[in-house]
């Protein structure tokens, strides 16, 4: 080994060690910590995509591997826009927590999609189809309670009786959600009520929804399939999911205007700029209506 190969390795360990992590698979470990078990999967994955194109240490990729990568990509728009932006995302942390003397990742922007928003909000009479159809009690108000509080599904299934407490005009939950941050969501008496039925007699650090199964918390995967299932009974075309109950939440309450500050603090965005894209997904206006066509 020659002196410069000698005097870089023994800098790439001590920037290793200074980061605590020692291995690429640790450095993606300490990456995804605090991430939700839905947003660990999808950014494991990505990852583990890109580690497996490039089939070298990170610390010897290129930009020109990152840009391979990227046209290697296959699926929606969205889909690959979010595979990049995991792998931008670790190289970043490696560079700041100086396992990763560059960032051959900064160079590469992430790709354009269309945007689909606009198809992936329900319309107000579907999401009441919905809930109106569902028999099960629990399920009935998991439904509302995703819809009213506008929750991810992570919040939804981490919710524990401890995080909810009652007001003089409804209720309240506590959400700890992306970021890790929490959150206050005021609910209506209506929904508070009916959440409030099902928890009766449970212990504090007990959670919300409980599997039916082995009586734990329940999983994203059991949320998911209760969504599917209340949209086909309702006669909703699409591949519905939980997250299209959240869209039309804050679509909604836009509609009946809700001031955005207000949606952006309820849904937990990070700024009113995630909150506005709501209100260009579905205008109440356009100057097409203005013309003599």
Not at 170 to 175: A, E, F, R, S, W
Not at 191 to 202: D, K, P, Q
Request: proline share 4%; glycine share 8%; aromatic share 6%.
């Amino acid at each position: 080994m020659n002196p410069s190969t000698a005097i870089a390795t023994v800098e790439r360990t001590q920037l290793a060690n200074t980061s605590g992590a020692a291995s690429d698979g640790q450095l993606v470990e300490l990456w995804l910590q605090g991430r939700s078990e839905h947003t660990r999967r999808a950014y494991a994955a990505d990852v583990g995509r890109f580690l497996a194109y490039v089939a070298k240490p990170l610390h010897t990729a290129s930009v020109a591997d990152v840009s391979g990568f990227a046209v290697s990509l296959t699926g929606s728009g969205s889909t690959r826009c979010r595979a990049l932006s995991a792998v931008k995302s670790l190289l970043t942390f490696g560079q700041r927590t100086g396992y990763l003397t560059f960032n051959v990742g900064a160079a590469i922007k992430l790709p354009r999609s269309k945007g689909t928003l606009a198809q992936r909000i329900l319309a107000e009479p579907d999401v009441q189809r919905m809930l109106a159809l569902e028999p099960g009690a629990r399920n009935r108000v998991l439904l509302r309670l995703l819809y009213a509080a506008g929750l991810r599904v992570s919040e939804l299934c981490g919710l524990t009786v401890a995080d909810l407490q009652a007001r003089d005009d409804g209720g309240q939950i506590t959400v700890f959600g992306k970021g890790s941050k929490t959150r206050a969501v005021l609910l209506p008496a209506t929904v508070w009520a009916e959440l409030a039925a099902i928890i009766a007699g449970r212990q504090p650090a007990e959670p919300v929804f409980t599997s039916r199964k082995h009586g734990g918390q329940l999983d994203a995967s059991a949320v998911h399939r209760i969504v599917r299932s209340a949209a086909k009974r309702a006669g909703i075309a699409g591949n519905v999911s939980p997250h299209w109950l959240r869209h039309a939440h804050a679509s909604h309450a836009l509609d009946r205007g809700a001031p955005a500050h207000l949606v952006q603090a309820t849904l937990g965005h990070s700024s009113l700029a995630v909150t506005s894209v709501y209100a260009h997904a579905r205008p109440s206006d356009s100057s097409a209506r203005y013309l003599a066509v």
